[in-house]
């Protein structure tokens, strides 16, 4: 039975809901294992990450970077490839955000350099994902494999610039220097002094992010690109009767989620740490995995997704600092009950929730 | 008292969303008998049969299997109740050999390896006794229709199904691999197995049936015992009206050639040279009919013309450009940029995306046309005006372009894609099997939209397996037979005589043939 039977709410409203619920409700028995209150603790989560400013633009800085690779994850997805290369794309992409910087930060203001920053991310995380991209579509190597290699590549070329060539000279840090303002973006606390951001490093790459969302949800599904990526994934023979260059296809596909993939480092090396400094991109390119697979590869559940994601790693801070009996380790181990419960365990409750749905709905047209 | 029925059917009802797939539906079928099923395209026959076999829930009714009340879960329930089908879109995994998918959802142990060996053994007995011949190694996507359908049927035997649902079955088969099904379905009768069979072709219902029942809009409306009946008593319970089993056509007029083809040469993925050394010409304003068994070369023959293949040496000339296909590297859109339309064999896994909704599948290909643009974007309201125009145009039903075509039954997803390659006025039509799986009703209609582009004066290229097609269609009729056209003859050619020539034997005026092409 397609998914096409269940009307939308439920398609994309309860069997999330459904999913998360059954994530939390396992996690609550984690915490309750601790010897805490379960309760308790989804107060201090949801306090932490909403409950106040700062709180609150934590969450949305996280989001942010989720957004990125979440896209990025999503734009693959609709031709049928699974790009898990985003870790070592924007840790790249932050090389674009540098040069930028590092060129232009004395010179002009943030709103000059900003541009040059997107193009130099977008482009240097297109070009990572070149190779897996160019090696899927005329070799047949799967881009599962060749990404997750990217991934390691990209570290050790990242430790070795930053401990040459991009050093900051005198230092023991590996890090460049740190930008001048003109390679600082705003952050929003500074923009918006009335909500209340206070510290939290949320800044206007936020709004780069959703014209980003913009732009895909055109692109998915109002332009031609789109419809030979959606065709192409949906049913490659068709798609080459259809004169569909499966070549191109895959390349140009992967450029443009290499390139979201990269714009996550403005957020974190633009707009939050001034620097380029070893290991920025900390696992938000995998979580960009989780984020798409809930967000049904569709900008408006990703951004949804990213702000559940954000919500966690902000609430899940505040958690291991108000209980100390739950460490750092268990927010991960609730994380990770989140991704499996809305991806990988994403059909669990399907079959359930669609036999309770079709019936009644066709008695409810009988009646009618 | 008579024996108890196998199948009966009590007030089935099954509604997608607002449309009644079934209607309170009452149907009896006699033990070790076999039952004909005929209906309109989107009359619910499959739907039916799918209900029966596990695949959806009916909302209302009673299923009785051997005068027994049953609920079918899933088509495992409807297994082990001996009931196997054959599905009108073949449910196999293309990249496994025909035994993993004969013994998938079958295994009879965690292990593979040995419960392979032991289907190995028993898929050659069944193999030997229906005569149902498939190398149980080859890969399901490197068969043509016609044998992945025996692999079906294969599957159904192979789990000791006693009722045997076969849903369309010789749609993909050319007449004699048809009287081949039918024997074996004689066969199983007289084993006392139990058939029920959906077909559009009425002379099969009367040929092969004990009983027939007639589907319509969702309602049964009769049952007849075959003998008792006519095939025009049939059409006109099945469309409601008086239908006409004959095309009706002009002698053609031809003129010049539209497009030629020299000495094509095409080699299959496996290195088998599959079309070899092929020469023929398409004029304006005629239908040339190219018949022949299936897998003999026509499929890869539409495949190269129409730019989704590459042939290893050969020219094409059409609209006075000549190609040089050996090195050509023109793709499917290059190809419909020269005007050339294809109607591809396989609406399934070429035709059509499922997962899309009708209107976006009525562009696809032609996509990049800038009607269907306005700047960097598309002009969806403009590409649903023109789905919906050809949705009336060609009686696509239900009338809806939103729904994706998945669900739309067989012949109607066909109208899909005759609608968008014939709306496009081509100069030249390829067309593979236009009428597979359509009902006679939508035949009669879709055989004359093909004549109407003739007489418009454009050159049609026709692939069918279906011989009365071809010789009701074409004006000029070549037979392909391993890889090459080995006879032609003109449109009222004796069908013995091109039997004979589809199953490779030697033609006397073929030298002659052959002298014409040049
Ligand atoms: N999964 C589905 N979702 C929505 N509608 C469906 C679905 N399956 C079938 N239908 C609709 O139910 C009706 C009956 O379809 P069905 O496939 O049973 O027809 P059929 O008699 O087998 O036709 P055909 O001869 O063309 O194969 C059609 O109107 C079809 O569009
Ligand atoms: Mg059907």
Redesign the pocket.
């Known amino acids: 039975?397609?998914t096409?039977?269940l009307p939308r709410w439920v398609d994309y409203g309860l069997i999330p809901f459904v999913n998360l619920a059954a994530a939390f409700l396992v996690s609550g028995l984690v915490v309750v294992l601790i010897g805490e209150n379960p309760l308790e603790a989804v107060r201090i989560l949801i306090w932490g990450s909403l409950g106040y400013g700062e709180g609150i633009g934590f969450t949305l800085f996280y989001a942010t970077n989720f957004i990125f690779t979440g896209l990025a994850v999503a734009v693959a997805f609709h031709a049928g490839l699974f790009n898990i290369g985003g870790e070592g794309q924007a840790y790249i992409g932050g090389l674009g955000v540098t040069f930028a910087c590092l060129a232009l930060d004395h010179i002009v203001p943030w709103y000059v350099t900003l541009p040059f920053a997107i193009i130099g991310s977008a482009l240097m995380g297109a070009a990572w994902a070149f190779i897996p991209a160019w090696l899927q579509a005329t070799r047949g190597s799967h881009v599962v494999i060749t990404t997750i290699m990217f991934n390691f590549i990209a570290s050790s070329l990242m430790v070795y610039l930053l401990n040459s060539a991009l050093k900051k000279p005198g230092s023991m840090q590996p890090e460049t220097r740190t930008f001048e303002a003109g390679g600082r973006l705003p952050f929003l606390n500074e923009v918006f002094p009335s909500f209340g951001f206070g510290y939290a490093p949320v800044n206007l790459s936020l709004f780069v992010a959703l014209a980003a969302c913009v732009l895909i949800w055109l692109l998915i599904w109002r332009t031609k690109l789109g419809f030979e990526i959606r065709s192409f994934g949906a049913n490659a023979t068709a798609a080459v009767y259809a004169g569909i260059s499966p070549v191109r296809t895959i390349v140009i596909t992967m450029l443009i989620s290499g390139g979201l993939a990269g714009m996550m480092a403005i957020n974190e090396i633009m707009g939050s740490q001034h620097r380029l400094l070893i290991d920025f991109v900390a696992g938000y390119g995998f979580v960009g995995i989780a984020v798409a697979l809930m967000g049904r590869a569709h900008p408006v559940g990703i951004v949804l997704a990213a702000i559940l994601f954000g919500m966690l790693y902000q609430g899940g801070a505040e958690l291991s600092f108000e209980m100390p009996n739950i460490t750092r380790d268990m927010i991960i181990v609730i994380q990770g009950l989140v991704i499996l419960f809305a991806g990988a365990l994403e059909h669990m409750f399907r079959p359930a929730i669609t036999r309770l749905f079709t019936p009644s709905r066709a008695h409810a047209a009988e009646e009618a | 008292m008579s024996e108890t029925p196998a199948i009966e059917l009590r007030g089935i009802s099954k509604s997608?969303?607002p449309?009644h797939?079934?209607r309170d539906i009452d149907l009896v079928v006699k033990k070790g008998s076999i039952h004909g099923i005929i209906?309109?395209?989107?009359?619910?026959?499959?739907?039916?049969?799918?209900i029966l076999y596990g695949f959806?829930h009916a909302d209302d009714g009673d299923i009785l299997v051997n005068g027994e009340k049953v609920t079918i879960a899933d088509s495992k329930a409807a297994i082990g109740m001996g009931i196997g089908m054959v599905h009108?879109h073949f449910m196999l995994v293309d990249n496994f050999t025909v035994l993993e998918n004969v013994v998938l959802g079958a295994e009879d142990s965690a292990m593979l390896a040995g419960g392979l060996d032991r289907a190995r053994i028993e898929l050659k007995r069944l193999e030997e006794e229906y005569e149902l011949r498939v190398d149980p190694d080859a890969l399901i996507q490197d068969l043509p229709v016609g044998l992945q359908q025996r692999v079906e049927i294969l599957k159904a035997l192979y789990r000791s199904a006693e009722v045997l649902i076969l849903?369309?079955p010789t749609g993909v088969l050319t007449p004699p691999e048809a009287d081949h099904l039918f024997k074996i379905l004689e066969v199983l009768k007289n084993e006392g197995k139990t058939i029920l069979l959906?077909t559009?072709k009425l002379r099969e219902i009367m040929a092969a049936t004990d009983s027939v029942s007639v589907?319509r809009r969702?309602e049964m409306v009769a049952t007849r015992e075959t003998r008792n009946t006519s095939m025009e008593e049939l059409a006109e319970l099945m469309v409601g009206r008086s239908v006409l089993l004959r095309v009706d056509k002009k002698p053609a007029v031809p003129a010049e050639p539209v497009m030629q083809v020299e000495n094509l040469s095409v080699t299959d993925q496996r290195g088998v040279q599959v079309v070899k050394d092929v020469s023929f010409s398409v004029r304006a304003g005629e239908i040339v009919g190219i018949a022949g068994v299936s897998g003999n070369g026509q499929s890869e023959l539409l495949e190269t013309l129409s730019g989704i293949r590459r042939a290893t040496g050969g020219t094409l000339r059409i609209n006075g450009q000549t190609i040089d296909l050996g090195t050509s590297t023109l793709d499917a859109a290059d190809m419909r940029a020269k005007s050339m339309g294809h109607v591809p064999e396989d609406r399934h896994r070429m035709g059509l995306i499922n997962s899309f909704s009708e209107y976006e599948n009525s562009i696809l290909g032609y996509h990049r046309d800038p009607a269907y643009s306005s700047g960097l974007l598309m002009n969806i309201s403009a590409i649903k005006e023109n789905a919906v125009a050809e949705i009336e145009k060609y009686d696509i039903?239900?009338p809806n372009p939103m729904?994706?075509t998945?669900?739309?039954?067989?012949?109607?997803?066909q109208k899909i894609v005759l609608a968008r390659e014939i709306e496009r006025d081509p100069d030249v039509l390829l067309v593979g099997q236009p009428t597979r799986?359509?009902?006679i009703g939508a035949i009669e209609f879709i055989h004359s939209r093909l004549v109407e582009l003739r007489d418009a004066g454009k050159g049609i290229l026709l692939v069918s397996v279906e011989l009365d097609e071809i010789r009701a269609l074409a004006d000029r009729i070549l037979v392909m037979f391993d890889g090459r056209i080995v006879g032609e003859r003109g449109a009222n050619a004796d069908e013995g005589e091109l039997g004979l020539l589809m199953a490779g034997v030697e033609d006397n005026a073929k030298m002659s043939v052959e002298g014409d092409a040049r």
């Open positions: 039975m397609s096409g039977q | 997608f969303g449309v797939a079934n209906g309109e395209n989107g009359a619910g026959k499959s739907t039916l049969m799918s959806y009108q849903d369309e959906i559009h589907m969702g039903r239900p729904l994706k998945a669900s739309f039954s067989g012949g109607n997803q799986g359509v009902d």
